[in-house]
């Protein structure tokens, strides 16, 4: 999917040949942001959200790009992806409604 002010790139990891996680990431002018990343958790722990990381990564730096962004489960991908290099710039919270067992 391509607009003018943005292009999107969707990706799907394989392990064995199965689908292991996705991921995105949309391309700005002046940014990059990742989204999308989600591995089931039969496949957790075995290295697919790494690998989703690393392969946006190395196309960024294909295509001379490195201002990158990514929102992060502070109990999932946030410990990879600081590992990885990232530093946190701020935390949010989320909330739902109606909540749980309501509606």
């Known amino acids: 999917m391509a607009r003018r002010d943005r292009t999107e790139l969707h990706y799907i990891a394989r392990l064995d040949g199965e689908p ?5 990431m949309s391309l700005f ?6 989204s999308g990343g989600a591995v089931p958790e039969a496949h957790r722990g075995k290295g697919v ?3 989703l990381i690393l392969d946006r990564m190395k196309v960024l730096r294909e295509m001379g790009r490195d201002l990158v962004t990514v929102a ?3 109990t999932t991908s946030a410990p ?9 710039r701020f935390c949010i919270d989320s909330y739902r409604y109606p909540p749980p067992g309501t509606g």
């Open 29 to 34: 002018p002046e940014s990059v942001h990742f």
């Open 49 to 51: 959200y790494k690998a």
């Open 72 to 74: 992060a489960v502070s």
């Open 80 to 88: 990879i992806c600081r590992r990885l290099g990232f530093t946190e």
């Open 20 to 24: 292991a996680g996705t991921a995105s």
